[in-house]
């Protein structure tokens, strides 16, 4: 049994698990020793299969080695490593672990995002353009076998082929080649209009979200319905397209967090023609989504609210209506603009409106401050009477401060020119009141107070055991400062309004992935999962204990790897 010792000071050194390595943990709380637990080892809902024999020989391919300087490309020279393409293609091999990682902890975490923005002499623009990226770490008995495979999206293979941008990505669009004289590429110029409403140029890069449905199908996402990839969760093979059998699929557009778990899913398509959201469920192993209720949007804008992510409660769904919203003259425009393909209507307003899951009606519309969130964390229903009937619903989400500035920052020159400049703008976790009751207007106010985590806050997880109902713990990226990116994991308590934070000079966290213990009785029994992109080109997976938030185990890989995004337990 391990022991680990909180630090009760803010700014306290100590060293954890390597005598060589200095850790620094900052944390404004003093919850004290605690105990790590590890003598239950009942299978996992998630993580319980063992995916191979102890005994099965791995070959470590050989690591990339670092490209000539010569052939590197002007904009990743010298940068950090989040910011700098993978060096080739895939990789698998053993990884060396220090400290010790659970014997519950068995299984494959599987992590999708952007990992290689250039293509031919051309450079990327937007951390979001990247061709998405599959990291995996495979859990098995104390061991790590790790690897990474970019996805074979028809615009990555289309890319690699003519070794220049064929399909519209976040902010990048293909530029007309001329052929002959007479004939200009299909991708391009005339017709474009065409093209775009019919989807036929948008992007399949499914780089943002992973999901595992209910019937075991593991699929990566992006925000375009066609990047909707299956994929082998142990070789990271792309398998192909999810074909939608639902008629759906014209409407292009998606949420890339769809809410999933062993009987369904649930996401929203966005309607561009006439502004609103479908609210669609699908059954585990079917490939038809129903359309449970429609919600018109409330602003008098041409366009829907972006619709990253949503959340769910037991019997409701929320919708977010933002005043970033989509639009239509952004989208066809070549150039990017400083919003994209999206403008800011504040004037317009902002709601949230709240869906019943068993009927499609919308119980609940309200005007909200104007807010800017890419990732709800979670919802719940409250029954403030004591009847057993919710009269507020409660949601939380990571929100920039009404802020739009927080995209432009994700350009890859501004996060690869200003390592070390405190220009992250600041975030908060976002608090909603949904009154169920009819009222007008609802709520939103800060959680817990944004100082404790440095002021930034996204890339969160929460147990998925209380998806949909009352919690305590979010687990996210915040931020030690100076800094021009979130560069922390930080665990906060919102009842007790109390946040511990982890930190290593240099390193860029990704989104700390909480994995309940099996048979835990506690919401912070278990373990966090992160991959750290390091100032000096490496990388590694590091694992905190989800209750003291204090490091169990790391395990170096041979080669760096870029910052991303989203995780999934297969
Ligand atoms: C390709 C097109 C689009 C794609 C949209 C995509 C790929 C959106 C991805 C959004 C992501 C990854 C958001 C993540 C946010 C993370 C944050 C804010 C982290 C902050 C750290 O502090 C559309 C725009 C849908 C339309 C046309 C084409
Ligand atoms: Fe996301």
Redesign the pocket.
């Known amino acids: 049994m391990a022991s680990l010792i909180t630090t009760k000071a803010m700014m306290s050194h100590h060293h954890v698990l390597s005598s060589t390595r200095i850790t620094t943990h900052y944390s404004d709380n003093s919850i004290g020793e605690q105990q790590l637990k590890t003598k239950f080892q009942v299978p996992h809902r998630f993580f319980a299969r063992r995916i191979f024999g102890v005994t099965r020989a791995v070959i470590n391919s050989p690591a990339p080695s670092p490209l000539p300087e010569k052939e590197k490309l002007e904009g990743e020279r010298r940068c950090h490593v989040a910011w700098t393409s993978v060096q080739q293609e895939k990789w698998e091999g053993e990884l060396t672990v220090q400290g010790k990682i659970p014997t519950w902890l068995n299984g494959t975490y599987l992590r999708n995002g952007p990992g290689l923005w250039n293509i031919g002499d051309h450079d990327f623009r937007h951390l979001?353009d990247g061709y998405s990226t599959l990291v995996k770490l495979q859990f098995d008995g104390g061991r790590i076998f790790a690897g990474h495979r970019l996805l074979e999206s028809d615009a990555y293979k289309a890319a690699k082929k003519h070794n220049r941008l064929c399909y519209?990505?976040?902010s990048e669009t293909p530029k007309p080649v001329i052929i002959n004289r007479n004939f200009k590429n299909p991708f391009s110029g005339i017709g474009e209009i065409v093209r775009l409403f019919s989807g036929e140029s948008?992007?399949d890069n499914a780089?943002?979200g992973v999901i595992k449905l209910g019937d075991g199908r593991v699929m990566c996402l992006?925000?375009?319905q066609k990047g909707s990839i299956l994929v082998d969760h142990e070789t990271l093979e792309t398998i192909g397209k999810f074909e939608y059998d639902d008629g759906l699929s014209d409407h292009m557009?998606q949420s890339?967090h769809p809410i999933v778990t062993e009987t369904e899913m649930w996401t929203l398509i966005p309607d561009l023609v006439k502004p609103g959201y479908r609210v669609v469920r699908m059954e585990a192993g079917s490939n038809k989504r129903e359309v449970v209720g429609r919600v018109r949007c409330r602003s008098g804008s041409w366009g829907p609210g972006w619709v990253?992510s949503f959340a769910v409660t037991e019997n409701y769904v929320v919708i977010p209506e933002m005043p970033l919203r989509y639009s239509v003259k952004n989208?066809l425009r070549a150039e990017p603009t400083p919003l994209?393909?999206f403008e800011w209507c504040p004037q317009d307003g902002a709601f949230l409106h709240v869906m019943s899951k068993l009927t499609g009606e919308v119980v609940a519309s309200v005007e909200v401050p104007a807010y800017v969130t890419?990732h709800f964390i979670n919802a719940y229903e409250e029954d403030e009477n004591g009847d057993g009937k919710a009269t507020v619903i409660i949601a939380d989400c990571c929100e920039h401060n009404a802020d739009t500035r927080?995209l432009d920052m994700?350009r890859l020159h501004t996060l690869r020119s200003s390592h070390g400049h405190d220009v992250?703008p600041d975030?908060r976790i976002g608090r909603f009141r949904i009154p169920l009751d009819g009222s007008k207007y609802g709520k939103l106010e800060t959680a817990v107070e944004a100082e404790k985590h440095g002021r930034?806050m996204?890339?969160c997880s929460i147990n998925p055991l209380y998806l949909g109902q009352k919690y305590r713990y979010v687990y996210a990226?915040g931020a030690k400062r100076p800094c021009n990116?979130?560069n922390a994991l930080s665990k906060v308590d919102i009842v007790d309004k109390k946040v511990k934070n982890w930190h290593e000079h240099g390193m860029i966290p990704s989104e700390p992935f909480f994995v309940p213990r099996p048979g835990a009785t506690h919401e912070d029994d278990g373990v966090v999962i992160s991959i750290v992109s390091e100032e000096n080109g490496g990388s590694f997976a590091i694992l905190l204990d989800g209750s003291s938030f204090e490091e169990i185990a790391r395990a170096k890989f041979p080669y760096g790897l870029p910052y991303g995004?989203h995780a999934v337990p297969c």
Do not use: Q, S
């Open positions: 979001f519209r990505e976040f948008l992007t780089n943002t992006t925000e375009t557009i890339a990253h989208l994209y393909k890419f927080i994700l992250l975030a930034a996204d890339m990226c990116f979130p995004l």
